[in-house]
């Protein structure tokens, strides 16, 4: 039950955007949205922008993305793993 539990909160966590408030160049207020991480996609960057900003929309004013190859060493040996930056700056339409 405990790990069940810990699995449940871990995917919570990973399918969320994070948001911080920020201001557009125009004045507007814009949210920076990052759904960065193997476990996030664009869809919960756009889901997020689209609860935000209903019913009138949002305008695109920054779309960033890359993809990661970080490598390491440690005792186990050498290893890597992708990882993928995502974010994005949106401002609502005004209604």
């Known amino acids: 039950m405990k790990h069940a539990f810990i699995a449940i ?5 990973a399918g969320c955007a994070s948001v911080n ?4 160049p125009d004045g507007r207020k814009a949210y920076e949205l990052n759904c ?22 949002y305008d695109v004013l920054r779309k ?4 990661r190859a970080p490598a390491g060493a440690g ?7 992708q ?4 974010g994005m ?6 209604r």
């Not at 960065?36 to 929309?57: F, I, N, Q």
């Not at 960033?64 to 993809?67: F, K, S, W």
């Open 21 to 24: 408030e920020s201001y557009a």
């Open 89 to 94: 700056l949106i401002a609502c339409k005004p």
């Open 83 to 86: 990882t993928y930056e995502r």
């Open 36 to 57: 960065s991480g193997t476990a996030r996609s664009w869809d919960k960057c756009l889901s997020k922008a689209e609860s935000l900003c209903k019913p009138a929309g």
């Open 9 to 13: 909160a871990v995917l919570a966590i």
């Open 64 to 67: 960033t993305g890359e993809g």
């Open 75 to 81: 005792a186990g040996g050498l290893y890597g793993s």
